[in-house]
């Protein structure tokens, strides 16, 4: 089974700081993206990227950069935190049009 | 605005009884699929069902999917404790990239 992990599952960081937030898989996936779940608001898609160093921007990417330097690992940049991105994160791969698979998700919390 | 909407919002039935839940969306799509998520966790992908596909079936999970009415139900039966967990649509824009859009989900609630 194809498996995503993500680096931490809890996460507390303080306001201004610089966060990253690392995912690898482990299936060759070509494709790789990064949401934040809130409640009442759903999932909502930051970036994505479909290739090593290559990205493109989801709905909602102010704030946040991303790295893709090898196939499987995603990295998701928070410059500089604020409280409005206490957030689940969730990080996915996938083949091309096929289902994702997720990993566990990142509870970050900005104080 | 969401490309898929869930409807109901939050469900509860009884142990053994088969859960209904819908998506509706308003784009025309590559494909839709249905995922699971247990509370605080990752989502766990289900079904996928193609725009030319009307009916598919796994295990205990049945998904249709009507194009001209945009829309799709995923319909559980016999019902068990742990099939208790948040059910979302996700929808694959036609001519888009691999990105899906998610609605807010439908929580089930099975009582044992």
């Known amino acids: 089974d194809v498996k995503v992990t993500q680096s931490s599952r809890y996460l507390v960081k303080r306001t201004g700081e610089k966060v990253f937030l690392e995912c690898v898989q482990d299936m060759d996936h070509e494709n790789m993206f990064w949401y934040r779940q809130d409640p009442g608001l759903g999932l909502r898609l930051i970036y994505f990227?479909?290739?090593?160093?290559?990205?493109e921007k989801g709905d909602i990417p102010e704030g946040y950069s991303v790295s893709r330097e090898k196939k499987e690992r995603f990295s998701l940049i928070l410059e500089s935190a604020s409280t409005n991105q206490t957030s689940m994160y969730l990080c996915?791969?996938?083949?091309?049009?096929?289902?994702?698979?997720f990993g566990s998700g990142t509870r970050l919390t900005v104080v | 605005s969401q490309q898929g909407e869930e409807d109901p919002q939050a469900l509860s039935i009884q142990e053994g009884e088969n859960a209904t839940m819908n998506c509706s969306y308003k784009t025309s799509i590559n494909n839709l699929q249905w995922y699971r998520q247990n509370s605080g966790r990752g989502l766990v992908h289900l079904i996928l069902i193609r725009s030319n596909e009307r009916e598919k079936h796994s295990g205990r999970l049945r998904v249709t999917l009507d194009t001209s009415k945009k829309s799709s139900s995923l319909l559980i039966t016999a019902s068990r404790a742990a099939d208790t967990a948040s059910y979302f649509c996700a929808t694959a824009l036609q001519g888009g990239s691999e990105k899906l859009v998610f609605g807010k989900g439908t929580k089930l609630t099975v009582n044992p």
């Open positions: 996915a791969s996938s083949l091309t049009r096929r289902g994702y698979t």
């Open positions: 990227s479909y290739d090593v160093k290559m990205k």
